[in-house]
C-alpha cells in the first residue's frame, strides 16, 4: 500500500481520515478525489493543504474517464470510498442524485479499481442499511432492511462491493458507521445545523416527538475506525463502528442548548420526517476484537465541538447562503409553520 486514492475526502468524515492519515503516514500518498458537491469543501483540507504526501483532484467517481485518468496518473493502489450523498431528508426530496453516486458511482469506481489491480477497496458505509431497530443491537450479517433512499442506494452500493468480491476475488471492506459528530459538518445534520441555528436565535424544529434515537460516535473515532479496518481487516467482511453512546434527539438538542446558554423555547416541534427510523444501535464486537476502541463519548466530545462552530464561523456562515438557503425552504417552512 503506497498511493492511497480517498474518494469524498471533501466532505466532514473524509476530510477528518485525510487530516490524520496525511500526519500519521508521511510514507503513504494521499490522494483526495471529489466532485466538490455542495456538501464538499476544500476549506475542510487546509490544515494538510502544504503537505508534501497530499495531493487533490476534482471529478465525480461515476466518471469513468476522469476516474481512470486519477488512477493511472497516481498509480492508485488502493481506495478508500467516503464519496456519497449523504444526507436523509435531500434523499426524500431528490432521490437522483443518491442513485447516481451511491450506486452507479460506487459500481464504478469498483469496477475501474479491478481493471487497474487495485489491493484493497474499503467502502464507507452505514449503520442506516439495517433500518430501524427497536431493541437489541444490530450485528454486521444481519439482513438489510433500509427504509429511506439513502439507506437504500448505500445498501445498494455495499451489495455491489459483495459482490466484486464474491465474482472477482476483489480485496474488500466495509465500514458501517453510526451518526457521526464533529468539526466540518456540513450545517444540515442535526448537531452542527441546531448548533449555528441556536447562535443566531433561530427555531430548532425537533421531528416528530424528539424520542427517535440515535447512536453518536465522535468523528475522530470514526476515521480511526476506519484506519483499522483498512489495515487489519478481512477481506470480504463488513465491520460496525458504533459509538455505543445512545441518545434520544431531544436530550441532543437540550444539551446543545444549555452548552450554548440559550432558552428550550427555540424547540419547535414540527411534522416528523416521512419514513422516520426510530432508532439505531449497533454491536462492535467485530473491530473491537482488531483493537480498536472509542476514545471519546458524546459527553466528553460535544462540548469541544459546540465551541468549535462558536470560534469557526468563517467556516459555516459562507455555507448557510445560496442553495442551503433554498433547500432550508424545502424542507422547514411549510413545518416551521405547522409548528405546534
Ligand atoms: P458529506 O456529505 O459531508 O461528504 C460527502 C463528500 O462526497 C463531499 O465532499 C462530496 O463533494 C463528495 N461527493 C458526493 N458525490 C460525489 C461524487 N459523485 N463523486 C465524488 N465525490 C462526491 O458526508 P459525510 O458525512 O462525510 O459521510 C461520508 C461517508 O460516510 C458517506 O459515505 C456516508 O454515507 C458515510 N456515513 C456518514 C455518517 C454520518 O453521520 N455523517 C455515518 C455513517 C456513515
Ligand atoms: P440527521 O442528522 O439528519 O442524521 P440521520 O437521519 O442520518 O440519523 O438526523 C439525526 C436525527 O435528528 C434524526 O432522528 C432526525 C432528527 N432531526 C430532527 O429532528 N430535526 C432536524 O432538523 C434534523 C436535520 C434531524
Known amino acids: 500500500m503506497k498511493n492511497i486514492l480517498v474518494t469524498g475526502g471533501a466532505g466532514f468524515i473524509g476530510s477528518a481520515f485525510v487530516r490524520y492519515m496525511v500526519e500519521k ?24 493543504s502544504d503537505e508534501p504526501n497530499y495531493r487533490f483532484e476534482q471529478g465525480d467517481i461515476a466518471d469513468r474517464e476522469t476516474v481512470r485518468r486519477v488512477f493511472n496518473a497516481h498509480q492508485i493502489d488502493t481506495v478508500v470510498n467516503f464519496a456519497a450523498e449523504s444526507h436523509v431528508d435531500r434523499s426524500i426530496l431528490a432521490p437522483d442524485a443518491f442513485i447516481h453516486t451511491d450506486v452507479v458511482g460506487v459500481y464504478i469506481l469498483l469496477d475501474e479499481s479491478r481493471q487497474h489491480g487495485v489491493g484493497r477497496f474499503l467502502q464507507v458505509s452505514t449503520d442506516e442499511v439495517y433500518g430501524d431497530i427497536e431493541s437489541g443491537f444490530s450485528k454486521e450479517d444481519d439482513p438489510f432492511l433500509p427504509n429511506s433512499p439513502y439507506a437504500a442506494s448505500k445498501a445498494g452500493g455495499e451489495l455491489m462491493v459483495r459482490s466484486f468480491h464474491v465474482t472477482h476475488g476483489m480485496d474488500t471492506v466495509i465500514t458501517r458507521g453510526s451518526n457521526t459528530f464533529g468539526p466540518y459538518q456540513y450545517p444540515e445534520k442535526i448537531i452542527p445545523f441546531f448548533t449555528t441555528e441556536a447562535i443566531d436565535d433561530r427555531p430548532l424544529p425537533v421531528y416528530g416527538d424528539g424520542m427517535q434515537v440515535r447512536d453518536w460516535l465522535y468523528v475522530d473515532d470514526h476515521a480511526r475506525g476506519i484506519e483499522v479496518a483498512l489495515m487489519k481487516g478481512v477481506s470480504g467482511e463488513a465491520y460496525n463502528i458504533a459509538g455505543e453512546d445512545q441518545r434520544h434527539n431531544i436530550e441532543v438538542t437540550k444539551r446543545l442548548l444549555s452548552l450554548l446558554d440559550k432558552p428550550d423555547t427555540l424547540i419547535k416541534y414540527v411534522p416528523d420526517r416521512e419514513g422516520h427510523d426510530r432508532r439505531y444501535a449497533m454491536n462492535c464486537d467485530k473491530l473491537r476484537a482488531l483493537g480498536w476502541e472509542r476514545q471519546y463519548t458524546f459527553e466528553t466530545a460535544i462540548e469541544a465541538t459546540i465551541r468549535w462552530y462558536q470560534t469557526n464561523e468563517w467556516w459555516w456562515r459562507k455555507i448557510k447562503t445560496g442553495e442551503y438557503l433554498e433547500f432550508y425552504k424545502k424542507q422547514y417552512e411549510a413545518r416551521l409553520a405547522a409548528a405546534e
Open 25 to 48: 503516514y508521511p510514507e503513504y500518498n494521499i490522494i483526495v478525489y471529489d466532485k466538490l458537491t455542495y456538501a464538499g469543501n476544500m476549506d475542510n483540507l487546509l490544515p494538510v
